[in-house]
């Protein structure tokens, strides 16, 4: 299925179908299924609204492990057709540990090629392109803007073939979006559709929404189940509870001043090296992933290579600066989450060995053979095996110039793949994700504390991947001073 609708949509689409191609007497036969053509072409505003999970990507305990879920209530998606324009608001609440904001309500919009967020005041702010393209894609994956957008005349539909009970029909948009709709033989209703995109860490990704429970709303026959999945991972199973077909959608326009502004971009990376020890520097600046840098006799080791490739390569350069000379050849990656494998397939680019907890390494060996052919990173552009070295319940990387100890995190409710590192002569601990002088919440900082007590170490300060430098009694004094509040309510997210 995935190799067959990825084939579709990597297709150039030569022709367009006539009324009389077998393309359109699939959506023509959809679209009566649904409630006649006329009728369809004749809506202008779709409400939906609605409930269910929503996994959180790329962040379970162990890679095999089920994802976090954010419970989605609140939903409402209202999309105005004929301007183009989609509002979509929701309340989620996170049903797992988390260190932030655990119930966050986020309101996104989008009016032609131009999205924004509203926070809680109602107050809008731009987003990027990347974001409006991802929710103009987003509001095709419904059975009535696919069918809309198929029976478009400048939308083009092509490789229409069969597979065991569906129908398949390769759709591109006047924009040049592409998209799979297979619908389903018997009942001509649309099953499914489908649409690439590119993942940083997974690659060229397959999104199918699948749609099921039609029921007649007002003389369409309408979906009360989306269920959207991306790659092989769930990503939202929206459950309906009521639908409103042209009901007064309001003024879904994005704000004069939100048009008028620039797109954000991503602000540049920077990259800076504070000596925080001898042979030992913190890679921070931009953003609040950063790396540590260790100096042995005849090579260097990175912890963390975090986020992405462009973060990694930074990184990576920097540490090579600091200790011109000296070979980098090594990158331990604390554990498998998305945020801190995402340089993972740079460091394999670039020569390093990758170190890393044992559970990650068949999770790590599927990253680094997956397919980045949207984006060509520098591992597709230049294939390079992976050398790695799996850690069990500790490892001690030592030479006359330094020693690291590695040590696997036991028992923690969110981190089952974790490594996080010591180094005796300084009592100096490095870590991500046990704690965070930022964080508002310290759901797992008796873990944290237990892990430390556990191996026996004396620790003086803390050089983390997020947040600040701290002494470990600082440490201390800010998880003893942070209430754990459970419930609080921030803006729109990304
Ligand atoms: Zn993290």
């Known amino acids: 299925m995935r190799l067959g609708i990825g084939t579709i949509l990597a297709a150039a689409l030569f022709s367009g179908a006539c009324a009389q191609s077998p393309e359109?007497?699939?959506?023509?036969?959809?679209?009566g299924a649904m409630g006649g053509k006329?009728?369809?072409?004749?809506?202008?505003?779709?409400?939906?609204?609605?409930e269910g999970p929503a996994p959180n990507l790329g962040q379970n305990v162990t890679p095999d492990g089920d994802l976090p879920v954010w419970m989605v209530t609140e939903f409402k998606r209202t999309i105005d057709f004929a301007n183009g324009r989609m509002r979509t608001q929701q309340l989620r609440t996170a049903q797992f540990l988390f260190a932030l904001a655990t119930v966050q309500r986020q309101n996104q919009g989008l009016d032609g090629d131009v999205a924004y967020n509203l926070?809680?005041?109602?107050?809008?702010?731009?987003a990027s392109d990347a974001a409006a393209k991802d929710r103009r894609i987003e509001m095709l994956h419904h059975p009535l803007t696919i069918l809309r957008a198929a029976l478009d005349p400048s939308t083009k539909l092509s490789s229409m073939h069969q597979?065991?009970?569906?129908?398949?029909?390769?759709?591109?948009?006047?924009?040049?979006?592409?998209?799979v709709l297979t619908v389903d033989r018997t009942t001509h209703l649309p099953a499914t559709v489908s649409s690439l995109s590119y993942n940083e860490n997974l690659g060229d990704v397959l999104t199918e929404t699948s749609f099921s429970d039609y029921r007649d709303v007002g003389g369409l026959e309408l979906p009360f189940r989306l269920t959207t999945k991306i790659d092989k991972y769930p990503q939202f199973d929206l459950h309906v509870s009521k639908y409103a077909v042209d009901a007064d959608a309001g003024d879904l326009a994005a704000p004069e001043a939100v048009k008028s502004a620039a797109p954000p971009v991503a602000p540049p990376i920077s990259v800076t090296a504070e000596p925080v020890g001898k042979g030992i520097w913190w890679l921070a600046g931009s953003g609040n992933h950063r790396s540590i840098l260790f100096e042995f006799d005849d090579h260097l080791t990175l912890f963390e290579v975090p986020l992405n490739e462009a973060r990694s390569l930074a990184v990576i350069a920097k540490a090579r600066s600091v200790v011109p000379g000296k070979p980098l050849t090594q990158a331990i990656v604390s554990h498998h989450h998305?945020?801190?494998?995402?340089g993972l397939r740079a460091a394999v680019a670039e020569g390093l060995t990758i170190i890393t907890y044992r559970g990650n390494v068949e999770f790590f060996k599927d990253l680094v053979a997956r397919k980045h052919s949207i984006v060509e990173d520098e591992l597709a552009k230049n294939p390079k095996s992976m050398n790695i070295i799996p850690v069990d319940d500790e490892l001690t990387l030592k030479?006359?110039?330094?020693?690291?100890r590695l040590y696997h995190v036991i028992d923690n409710p969110r981190e089952g793949t974790l490594l996080f590192a010591y180094v005796p002569r300084d009592r100096l601990l490095v870590q991500a994700d046990l704690y965070d002088s930022a964080w508002t919440q310290h759901p797992w900082a008796d873990n944290f504390r237990w892990n430390l007590e556990h191996r026996g170490l004396k620790v003086d300060k803390d050089v983390p991947?997020?947040?600040?430098?701290?002494?470990?009694?600082?440490?201390l004094k800010t998880i003893a001073s942070t209430t754990s509040r459970s419930t609080q309510t921030a803006g729109a997210g990304k």
């Open 24 to 31: 359109m007497k699939v959506i023509r036969a959809a679209a």
């Open 38 to 50: 006329d009728r369809i072409q004749a809506v202008k505003t779709l409400v939906i609204e609605g």
């Open 119 to 126: 926070n809680l005041d109602g107050l809008a702010t731009r």
């Open 163 to 179: 597979q065991p009970t569906l129908d398949v029909v390769g759709i591109v948009t006047a924009k040049g979006d592409r998209l």
């Open 338 to 342: 998305f945020d801190h494998s995402g």
């Open 399 to 404: 030479d006359s110039s330094m020693e690291v």
């Open 465 to 475: 991947v997020h947040g600040a430098i701290q002494s470990y009694a600082d440490v």
